[in-house]
């Protein structure tokens, strides 16, 4: 297997990811200016879910660095209707592109995959498995707006489900960042995700109201408590009230909090705290552009 | 809200609408001459309906100026499924792209998206409301073949439910035409749209007959009449052969006379009219190119 | 009707070929190095059936030679829905494009829509009739492997109903090569094929054993069985397990036999050939890239 697909976060050291972070900044100063920096590269989309939202962020980086892209287009209208397997589909439209993104909704896609196209893979979501970009462009709105040492950040709702969560809780371990996850009981992190992160030398602490620790919070990531996780609905409404924040919510909050969510939304965060300095998460969401452009620019760079 | 959002044709004065017009006749002059005018710019298109002509020729516009596009893609496969709201939608990809064109079926949704979105807004047609891109290049097909000044136009048709109808009359107010429409007494043009055109000084007359009016007319613009009007296939089959044209109905016009159609057609204007001189429609397809062209130009050199 | 549309692989002579193939070999030397060669060419994508791969490698092939493509869509969500026809469809596409590929399931469908459009036009499937570009591709890959003349090729699986082998089959009549058909009697090719290919003075062989001949080819050309031409699944079974081809298979086979199949594959070609210097048909796919590259740089060049 090739050796610069990125798969995984966890693959990257603190030093590969100041890199990462550090090229993202440099592309986010002007995101127009860097047109003819890969003008022949195409990139192919291979989207066996649907992820609007990541799709269009790798589309836009790509070309914003003079780029294009190819789009398998849905499932439905494949040939994995026909019964290709996936390796098949992702060598043929390896054959055609500079470098792949890959989102599957099988766990370890990615990493099948990579074994066999012979051009740089971009795993952009496998299933309840890892979602790396997700992850730096995270990382990169905590930095550019906290830093990331010397941060207390707190991340509320899904723990459980949320792929988003542990993922960038694993990240931050390279940093000095204390941790403090905040759920109902029935939606904690998993024992294992818990203990890894102890293993890795994680300073975490758990929390069922977000009014113990919300002054302490530097950074508060909110992620989507999903109806369909609960047979009853007014349970759901019940939780997802008490984990959602208005601007009463964050009275007690430093002048200075940074408010995260991987979007989309839907009653977590009010809409009064859009106007608020409080709210970052489109930003976030515009930082998927310059972090990737930063992830294809290394890959095609190093592949050429 | 940014000023630079196009929402309605009626937000363009008479010398908007010239400047516009005159600027899309250079670029329909040559349109593969302008690749490196916008090379950098990315359009997002939001299409909460299809829309595949009107989609097709944004696309084609800002291809030709040298930039490229995002496209959210249908409904289904986006956020909007997992109950997002379209300005968070909209804010997500206004994060991503210079400049948006956004389509969608509820009347009033261009005005509302346009507070939130800090790049410039185009309306590529919302429910019944506003269409203003059609206006235009209706306006420039009528200004290339007829003139805008001194013609007698008539609008055949469903006049009713037609957008497209009620704005090109608006705008049509702003210059010296003779407006004559021509529908059955059941999709007469509504009160208030007639109304409105009489407060703007109007010279409008309604007909039931086309043989009544055919012979003074310069341009004729034949709208749809769709089946599901009709809760009577037998009516909707009459009134649609009355209100259809052929090369016999066509022998009373003038030898110059524009025919036009938005388009899609299904049996108003008989295939034989394609070959004759009065077939303007294809080309006012084709000139959705340089009037899309002409507004993105606009937009984005003043949002330089 | 213009005489630069390419509708079917008869239309090409020899020498026609042979040009697109040596145009074809020069852009796959190097498919990044012509970025600049049609910067302001879009191609007109208009797919009544979905097929990802031939859209795919279109698009790639446009954008290599650094143009753009504008895609209508799906049917469900094209003017096609509102009872548009096939001829207006086209006509408005054309007035976007400076060429069209048209892929459709009526058989003759490329050569009515041929008659409307005034750019040139490439027929990309229609039907059981013509894809003249995957001959090509096809004709490209067996040169690039085991040249055009005096070889011995085999053509096995489903004979009656492949559109993709009746193609080649003719075009093979330009060279010097012997056809040999495997398949069983059930799906032999159709005697209006077979009757032609004598006309144009082929030699050609049929077998139902592909062990009858295998030692002597130079190339295995491999087809899909679909499973539903069978009414009974253990019919299907037991026809699929006999014509498809695995390690032990080839073992009768010269060393440098070339292994070809159009894709997707089903169970027709095991996974362990695919490690061998046999398997060819990554190579066949990725060369829907530069043979198409060909074709749309001299029908643009043409068209100038």
């Known amino acids: 297997m090739r050796d610069d697909h990125l798969l995984t976060a966890k693959q990257l050291s603190r030093e590969d990811v100041e890199e990462v972070l550090d090229r993202a900044a440099e592309f986010d100063a002007d995101p127009s200016a860097f047109g003819d920096r890969h003008e022949d ?17 790798f589309e836009t980086a790509i070309k914003r660095l003079g780029g294009d892209s190819v789009d398998m287009g849905t499932v439905e209208s494949s040939s994995v209707k026909k019964g290709e397997s996936l390796a098949d589909t992702a060598r043929v439209i390896a054959g055609y592109a500079d470098a792949l993104v890959l989102r599957h909704p099988s766990q370890g896609a990615a990493k099948m995959v990579g074994e066999f196209v012979d051009v740089p893979l971009l795993n952009a979501g496998d ?7 997700q992850t730096l462009l995270d990382l990169y709105t905590i930095r550019e707006n906290a830093g ?8 509320m709702g899904d723990l459980k489900y949320g792929r988003t969560v542990h993922s960038l809780a694993h990240a931050l371990t390279n940093f000095d960042a204390d941790q403090h996850f905040i759920s109902p009981e029935s939606l904690k992190l998993p024992r294992s995700v818990r203990y890894d992160l102890h293993e890795e ?18 950074v508060l990531y909110v992620t989507r408590i ?16 008490e984990y959602g924040i208005d601007l009463e919510t964050l009275e007690p909050a430093k002048e200075d909090l940074t408010v995260m969510h ?4 839907v ?23 310059p972090v990737r452009m930063a992830l294809l ?5 190093a592949d050429r």
């Open 148 to 155: 990331l040492d010397d941060i207390t950040i707190g991340i």
């Open 262 to 265: 991987p979007l989309p939304r």
């Open 267 to 289: 009653d977590e965060i009010a809409p009064e705290v859009d106007d608020t300095d409080y709210a970052t998460y489109f930003e976030q969401a515009h930082n998927g552009v």
């Open 226 to 241: 999903q109806r369909e996780r609960f047979p009853d609905e007014n349970e759901y409404q019940e939780i997802a009230g």
């Open 297 to 301: 620019d290394q890959m095609l760079e």
């Open 201 to 218: 030398g994680a300073n975490v602490r758990e929390h069922t109201e977000l009014d113990e620790i919300l002054p302490a919070l530097d």
């Open 41 to 57: 590269a195409i990139l192919g989309l291979c989207f066996f879910e649907p992820s609007t939202r990541t799709k269009m962020s």
């Open 127 to 133: 299933g309840a498995g890892h979602h790396p970009t």
